[in-house]
């Protein structure tokens, strides 16, 4: 069964940090362009973060320098760390899957569930 799992959400307050994690299964994360995406209460869902699978990183200008995307190929595990929250971060988490190695082409597919991110200020 194709799926991905994430976790690590939680309440903090402003300046904080959180790490996601998002377990990959059925599929091989290390062979994917995966990304992390965002979804802010009455907002669209937003792109956050992606990784191909040479490693290649993509960072949106709204998260530039506080977060780090991730992955652990041995655990088929996509993470990203977030420092320096603040309450615009608050939102639910998504990590999503291309069926192909390259970040250029395709559609996400494979969403997972979602992870809670909420920051007070």
């Known amino acids: 069964q194709v799926q991905s799992v994430e976790s690590g959400g939680g309440s903090v307050q402003a300046g904080g940090a959180l790490r996601l994690s998002c377990a990959a299964s059925g599929y091989t994360a290390s062979s994917r362009c995966m990304a992390w995406w965002r979804q802010a209460p009455g907002k669209p869902r937003e792109f956050g973060a992606r990784i191909d699978s040479s490693g290649a990183t993509t960072y949106a200008d709204s998260v530039k320098g506080r977060v780090t995307i991730s992955r652990d190929n041995a655990k088929n595990t996509l993470s990203l760390q977030m420092n320096n929250l603040a309450p615009e971060d608050t939102g639910m988490y998504y990590c999503?899957?291309?069926?192909?190695?390259?970040?250029?082409?395709?559609?996400?597919?494979?969403w997972g569930q979602g992870t809670q991110v909420t920051v007070s200020s």
């Open positions: 999503a899957a291309k069926n192909g190695a390259t970040c250029s082409l395709g559609t996400y597919t494979n």
